[in-house]
């Protein structure tokens, strides 16, 4: 399969899947089909474990600062997946891993996974996306519905106590400058790190 593997910005992403329980007005695949050296991040069937390996092998990921598991679906849609493929990285690279993610995985499993992150993740990049919950759900259609904003915020919590580095992000012109301010200083409040992408 190609383009389950690519290259951004100088980062090597991993496209495991298009799956996503939510339909963010601002995502990127709304309005392109590739990012980076992929011409096309579209999945006609999601890649094995074993497939996503051997595309690996084809990059020279010593090269890169971090591998980053974001394409163009929720990569904790295959968390038990991504685990593996990230422990078979850690244990042949001295990489950092970074997982992109909406934060709403313990909703989707119905159980606390971020110890599974730990030793394994070292950063975790959550798209917090919205002030409030009524404006997150307008933004970003959950699937959960009005347990996905409070979730995820839960979910950032837990985060902290089992991966070094967490940020939250929001999408500049999807929201107001004082959506924003709030969002700054959720994330402070959290102790995490924010940024606008």
């Known amino acids: 399969m190609s383009n389950i593997v690519y290259d951004y910005f100088g980062g090597l992403y991993i496209n ?3 799956k996503c329980p939510c339909a963010c007005e601002f995502c990127i695949k709304n309005f392109t089909d590739g990012l980076g050296t992929a011409d096309s991040l579209l999945l006609e069937r999601e890649p094995s474990v074993e497939e996503v390996l051997d595309e690996l092998k084809n990059w ?8 980053v598991f974001c394409g163009y679906g929720e990569p904790t849609e295959r968390l038990d997946d991504l685990l593996s493929i990230a422990r ?7 990489v950092k891993i970074r997982i992109n993610t909406i934060g709403l995985a313990d909703l989707r499993y119905g159980r606390d996974t971020t110890p599974e992150l730990e030793g394994v993740i070292d950063a975790v990049n959550v798209s917090m996306n919205e002030a409030d919950s009524e404006h997150y759900e307008a933004l970003c259609h959950p699937e959960y519905g009005a347990d996905a904003y409070p979730a995820m915020l839960d979910y950032i919590k837990r985060l902290k106590k089992h991966v070094p580095h ?3 992000s929001v999408v500049r012109g999807s929201l107001s400058q004082d959506a924003i301010n709030v969002c700054t200083d959720r994330a402070a409040e959290l102790g995490i790190g924010f940024r606008v992408r």
Do not use: F
């Not at 020279?60 to 591998?67: A, F, L, R, T, W």
């Not at 078979?88 to 001295?94: F, L, P, T, V, Y």
């Open 16 to 18: 495991l899947t298009n």
């Open 60 to 67: 020279n990921i010593d090269s890169y600062d971090e591998v």
């Open 88 to 94: 078979d990285i850690k244990a042949k690279h001295d």
């Open 166 to 168: 967490v940020t939250a």
